[in-house]
């Protein structure tokens, strides 16, 4: 079992940045992602990144988001010229599987959950 905890949200102005961290209860170099949920609107696929440092984004935020891990136990999420539609709760996940599977942004693949952290960009 993982327990993973999310920090760093908040709120700022569109054009603003923050990062988001994620501690793990357990050392993994495992495939980890970000993914996100609005209000009213399904959970979408972020970031991840794989054991070997492969890093997959969504289109609506490639170029302006950053997935890496600090160390063995936290994944961070640099998050640039944030955008109102990039409002929503952020969650930090873990697999088993060492490698992130083409189907990562459905979150299926993903075992472990952290408890969310929300990110609100006004305009």
């Known amino acids: 079992q993982v327990h993973l905890v999310e920090s760093g949200g908040g709120s700022v102005q569109s054009g603003g940045s923050l990062r988001l961290s994620c501690v793990a209860s357990?050392?993994?170099?495992?495939?980890m992602g970000w993914f996100r949920q609005a209000p009213g609107k399904e959970r979408e696929g972020v970031a991840a990144?794989?054991?070997?440092?492969?890093t997959i984004y969504t289109d609506s935020v490639n170029g302006r988001f950053t997935i890496s891990r600090d160390n063995a136990n936290t994944l961070s999420l640099q998050m640039n010229s944030l955008k109102p539609e990039d409002t929503a709760q952020y969650y930090c996940a873990a697999s088993q599987m060492a490698y992130c599977s083409g189907s990562w942004p459905s979150g299926g693949a993903f075992d472990y959950w952290g408890q969310g952290t929300q990110v609100t960009v006004s305009s």
């Open positions: 357990k050392s993994t170099y495992n495939c």
């Open positions: 990144i794989g054991a070997a440092g492969a």
